[in-house]
């Protein structure tokens, strides 16, 4: 179980913030499930906030991410736990930035599928990051990876769809 080595409380907030309010503790697939869950977020903070929301609340969550991750970390003894998503949400928002339609289900699943495969596959410079084993490694190599899925999102969006 992910949670053998836990001794805080099931709603400590490194515990709901490291895993994405539990979409990490999913026993299949947890990036993926986190990077899913982190759309709904995305689409009501550009709804309610536009792209400048987004990233706003992208840099606060890569902090706080820091910190959970670090925390959970810390406390399960794990250097990279699959159950932490939180740097999968900022990964994903940062190719939501490039969404060109909020109100299209497309760009969302483009968006997810290039930031996946990026964080999947880790080319160069995403494997840098992924070999650190500390809280910084685990927030950057999604960072990274994000970084270049929102250059392919952005690439299909301006020579594809345009």
Known sequence: MALKNWN???????????TWFYSGLVPFAPGTMGSIAALPFAWLLIEHAGKFGLANATLIVFVLGLWASREYMNETGKTDPGEVVVDEVVGQWLVCLFIIDNNHIGQYILALLAFRIFDIMKPWPVSHFDKRHDAFGVMMDDVVAGILGAA???????YVLS
């Open 8 to 18: 805080k409380s099931f709603f400590h907030p490194s515990l709901m913030i490291s």
């Open 152 to 158: 392919v999102l952005y690439a299909v969006n301006f």
